[in-house]
T-cell receptor
Framework: AQRVTQPEKLLSVFKGAPVELKCNYSYSGSPELFWYVQYSRQRLQLLLRHISRESIKGFTADLNKGETSFHLKKPFAQEEDSAMYYCALGSRNAGNMLTFGGGTRLMVKP | GAGVSQTPSNKVTEKGKYVELRCDPISGHTALYWYRQSLGQGPEFLIYFQGTGAADDSGLPNDRFFAVRPEGSVSTLKIQRTERGDSAVYLC?????????????FGPGTRLTVL
C-alpha cells in the first residue's frame, strides 16, 4: 500500500529563515511525487512535481529514493509563503490518483 | 479560462438524508477525481473517472456512496442515508487525461455538514 507521511503539523519560522517541510513516502513502484499548496481562502493548487525538477516561488524538492523522502525546501522564507502544504504520491495503476499526506501548516512570522 | 467549479459550496443536512454534490471540470479534461478531506487531514481519494466510466472506485467508503458522469463532463457524487461521519469537505479535481505525472486542478470544494 502507498502512504505519505508529513511528520510536522505546524512549522513556524521567521521571515528570511530557511524552511524545510518534510515528506516521506512508501510505494513499491517508481514514485511520482508532488507538492500541493493551499493559501488562505484559496483552492488546492500544484506547487511543484519531482519530474519537472523545477523551482517554483523559490521552493525546490529533491526525490531521495534511498531515504524515500521528498522534502520541500526554501532558503529564505517570505510571509506570503504562509499556507498549508501537502505532499502527494501519484499512482501509476489508478490513473494517477493521489495519496496525500496529512499536511503541514507553514507560518512565516515578520 | 474557468477552473473546476463545485456546487453547492456548503451543504447542511440531517442524518439519514440524501445529498448530491456536483462538479464541473475544466472543459476538455477527460479525467475527473473525487476526494474527501476531513478536518485536520489531507484529501483522501474516493473515485476516478476516465470519460464516462468509473475507472477506479476503490476509495468509496461503502455502498452509500455513488458517483456518475453520464456525458463525460459534469459529475455528481451521491450520498444516501447520510451519517455524521460523512461530514467533510468534498473536493473534485480534473486533469487533461489520467496520465501518470499530470497535474490535477482542484475545485473549491463542497463543505458537507451532517447534523
Amino acid at each position: 500500500a502507498q502512504r505519505v507521511t508529513q511528520p510536522e503539523k505546524l512549522l513556524s519560522v521567521f521571515k528570511g529563515a530557511p524552511v524545510e517541510l518534510k515528506c516521506n513516502y512508501s510505494y513499491s513502484g517508481s514514485p511520482e511525487l508532488f507538492w500541493y499548496v493551499q493559501y488562505s481562502r484559496q483552492r488546492l493548487q500544484l506547487l511543484l512535481r519531482h519530474i519537472s525538477r523545477e523551482s517554483i516561488k523559490g521552493f525546490t524538492a529533491d526525490l531521495n529514493k534511498g531515504e524515500t523522502s521528498f522534502h520541500l525546501k526554501k532558503p529564505f522564507a517570505q510571509e506570503e509563503d504562509s499556507a498549508m502544504y501537502y505532499c502527494a504520491l501519484g499512482s501509476r495503476n489508478a490513473g494517477n490518483m493521489l495519496t496525500f499526506g496529512g499536511g503541514t501548516r507553514l507560518m512565516v512570522k515578520p | 479560462g474557468a477552473g473546476v467549479s463545485q456546487t453547492p459550496s456548503n451543504k447542511v443536512t440531517e442524518k439519514g438524508k440524501y445529498v448530491e454534490l456536483r462538479c464541473d471540470p475544466i472543459s476538455g479534461h477527460t479525467a475527473l477525481y473525487w476526494y474527501r478531506q476531513s478536518l485536520g487531514q489531507g484529501p483522501e481519494f474516493l473515485i476516478y473517472f476516465q470519460g464516462t466510466g468509473a475507472a477506479d472506485d476503490s476509495g468509496l467508503p461503502n455502498d452509500r456512496f455513488f458517483a456518475v458522469r453520464p456525458e463525460g463532463s459534469v459529475s455528481t457524487l451521491k450520498i444516501q442515508r447520510t451519517e455524521r461521519g460523512d461530514s467533510a469537505v468534498y473536493l473534485c479535481a480534473s486533469s487533461p487525461e489520467g496520465a501518470w505525472g499530470n497535474e490535477q486542478f482542484f475545485g473549491p470544494g463542497t463543505r458537507l455538514t451532517v447534523l
